[in-house]
């Protein structure tokens, strides 16, 4: 079964949730309507026990072309504050929804990728990347900032010069280039694109929802922390888990099937 709005629109492949952007006229940019449809659709599939993961991408040949700068730069009356508005809801459905959503998330990025599309890919756990997609941050070339979360997700993801290099150049670069600085996880060829996408999603569905969040938890917190820090929240996370999962029967199974040699994590 199939849900839309007009910017969002949202299939089902078993419990694989794949989220598109739906704005492909403007290459997926985002807007006041989009950034409220996302953040409805997502608010709606972290509840939603049938979701075990989400794949995110764009429609048509864009995946997500950043912030739309047409009504970014408009004005008139109350558009200042409109505008401010915008971009504090669109720089928080991505930093507190997508970036700490309990299920995992995959960013498809089937095509461009500008500007505040690199917080989206950033914030989605995994990314894979079709080989026709193209990137950039070309906020330099029309005397900007990566502004918003970008800054700080390049800053998260990248190492310095990197970061800095594609900030201060605004060089467009492809997905095997994302795929060696870290952007991305992997580059996928471009007609392989959903279906070795959606193989990993269900890979993913497929292991222990519960561990599965606090693992996520445990590394997103952490790099914010010292290690002392670091490690006692995470034992905290562990004694979390064993609780969430001590009326799970197949807990129990599996680490007896453990305990007498049967089941060899890894092998």
Not at 68 to 93: Q, V, Y
Request: aromatic fraction near 6%; proline fraction near 3%.
């Amino acid at each position: 079964m199939a849900t839309s709005t007009e910017t969002v629109f949202v299939e089902w492949d078993g419990p694989v949730a794949i989220v598109t952007l739906n704005r492909p006229e403007k290459r997926n940019a985002m807007n006041s309507a989009l950034t409220r449809a996302i953040t409805e659709t997502l608010e709606r599939l972290r509840d939603d026990d049938a979701c075990r993961v989400v794949v995110l991408t764009g429609a048509g040949t864009a995946f997500c072309a950043g912030m739309d700068l047409t009504e970014f730069f408009s004005e008139g009356e109350g558009i200042a504050a409109a505008r401010d508005r915008a971009m504090r809801d669109a720089a928080a459905w991505r930093i507190h929804l997508l970036r700490h959503f309990p299920k995992p998330t995959i960013a498809m990025v089937n095509g461009a990728c500008l500007g505040g599309g690199f917080s989206v890919v950033e914030c989605c756990d995994l990314a894979l990347a079709s080989s026709e997609a193209k990137f950039a941050l070309t906020e330099i070339n029309f005397r900007h900032i990566p502004a918003g979360p970008v800054s700080k997700s390049m800053a998260s993801i990248l190492r310095p010069r990197d970061a800095l290099f594609l900030a201060m150049t605004g060089r467009s670069f492809d997905s095997a280039t994302a795929e060696r600085i870290g952007l991305i996880n992997r580059m996928v060829q471009h007609d392989a694109l959903r279906a070795e996408t959606l193989a990993l999603a269900h890979e993913l569905a497929g292991k222990d929802a519960a561990a599965l969040r606090l693992t996520k938890e445990s590394y997103r917190y952490a790099l914010e922390m010292g290690w002392e820090a670091s490690i006692n929240f995470v034992t905290a996370k562990t004694f979390e888990l064993l609780a969430r999962q001590s009326a799970d029967a197949s807990r129990t199974t599996e680490v007896q099937a453990f305990r007498e040699g049967r089941l060899k994590p890894g092998a």
